[in-house]
């Protein structure tokens, strides 16, 4: 098992930045990667950004040159800067992590963050 607790987030401005965290616990050794999704209401779930355990990174194209995930695996956190946000950006970010053989999502609280024009 595999416990997220995520934080950060909130209300910025349109062309601000904020950061997001999410620490994990639990069975840390079994994680894969860890990433990012976010969700607006009537849409689905959407990838935002991922890091592998070798430290690959992908990202979706409406964040690229924008977003950044970094994770640190001593502190089994993974990070996610954003910078420019628009109010497109809005949305509730979930942390996710695939762990195990089987690659089992393991999802956080989730969070609204709200972008204002």
């Known amino acids: 098992q595999v416990q997220l607790v995520e934080s950060g987030g909130g209300l910025v401005q349109a062309g601000g930045s904020l950061r997001r965290s999410c620490a994990a616990s639990g069975n840390t050794l079994s994680i894969n990667a860890m990433g990012w999704y976010r969700q607006t209401p009537g849409k689905l779930r959407e990838l935002v950004a991922v890091v592998g355990s070798g430290g690959g990174t992908n990202y979706a194209d409406s964040v690229k040159g924008r977003f950044t995930i970094s994770r640190d695996n001593a502190k089994n956190t993974v990070y996610l800067q954003m910078n420019s946000l628009k109010p497109e950006d809005t949305a509730v970010y979930y942390c996710?992590?695939?762990?195990?053989?089987?690659?089992?999502?393991?999802w956080g609280q989730g969070t609204q963050v709200t972008v204002s024009s």
């Open positions: 996710n992590a695939l762990a195990g053989s089987s690659w089992h999502d393991y």
